[in-house]
């Protein structure tokens, strides 16, 4: 059974950083492309970052290019989401995501085969 899970949200001011990490257990963790998504209040989940399962390729929302970086840390079995200068409109609850048996990940939600159960980020204006 895959097990995935997030730590390291919290609440910072506005301008400030965090940094999200994801631990996956089960099987071996370079098997998974990983994404992070996020879902505010009264809306849908969206995309944030994905990166590949080697690391060597990523892909950002455009809403948060430049401000957050994905990495991993295959040795262990740990994906990061590195952010900064945060903005309120980044509150949200962050989602990991693992996407098997592909080298890439994806954009869209439903290409993701397991899930954590998510870490609130709340930025204070």
């Known amino acids: 059974q895959v097990q995935v899970v997030e730590s390291g949200g919290g609440l910072v001011q506005a301008g400030g950083s965090l940094r999200l990490s994801c631990t996956v257990s089960g099987r071996a963790f370079d098997r998974y492309a990983m994404g992070w998504f996020r879902q505010a209040p009264g809306k849908e989940r969206e995309f944030v970052a994905t990166?590949?399962?080697?690391?060597?390729?990523?892909n950002y929302a455009h809403s948060v290019k430049g401000r957050f970086t994905i990495s991993r840390d295959n040795a262990k079995s740990t994906v990061y989401l590195q952010m900064n200068s945060l903005k309120p409109e980044d509150t949200a609850v962050y989602y990991c995501a693992a996407r098997g048996t592909v080298l890439n990940g994806a954009r869209s939600q439903y290409e993701y085969d397991f899930w954590g159960q998510g870490t609130q980020v709340s930025v204070s204006s």
């Open positions: 990166i590949s399962r080697t690391g060597s390729s990523t």
